[in-house]
């Protein structure tokens, strides 16, 4: 069982930057793919990108490719989010989220898909100021 909680979230103007953090208890994180999702308020949640256990692999959705960007630190069992260049539609919670690296002995590939993540934290909130 993993326990997920994120930090680093707040108030921030238009094109300034923040970055979240993802700090895992009672399992090892290099055991897991890493994800983070956001939910704005009225909306579904949605994919916003992630990293392979092993740091090597990434996917982005669109909307944040060339602003957003995704690290681990194993040893510290600690995934982040930078986010720069932020805008007022970058408002919402957001959630990181684990996917086991391997099912039946096979690894997994990166999912964009919420179902294929097997433990959330349980968020934090972003604001950006127009």
């Known amino acids: 069982q993993v326990q997920l909680v994120e930090s680093g979230g707040g108030l921030v103007q238009a094109g300034g930057s923040l970055r979240l953090s993802c700090t895992a208890s009672g399992d090892t994180l290099s055991f897991y793919n890493m994800g983070w999702f956001r939910q704005a308020p009225g909306k579904e949640r949605e994919f916003v990108l992630s990293i392979s256990w092993s740091g090597i692999s990434t996917i982005y959705a669109d909307s944040v490719k060339g602003r957003f960007s995704i690290s681990r630190d194993n040893a510290k069992n600690t995934v982040y989010l930078l986010m720069n260049s932020l805008k007022p539609e970058d408002t919402a919670i957001y959630y990181c989220?684990?996917?086991?690296?391997?099912?039946?002995?096979?690894?997994?590939?990166?999912?964009?898909?919420?179902?294929?993540?097997?433990?959330w934290g349980q968020g934090t909130q972003v604001t950006v100021s127009s």
């Open positions: 989220a684990a996917q086991p690296r391997s099912v039946g002995g096979r690894f997994t590939g990166l999912s964009r898909s919420s179902s294929e993540y097997d433990y």
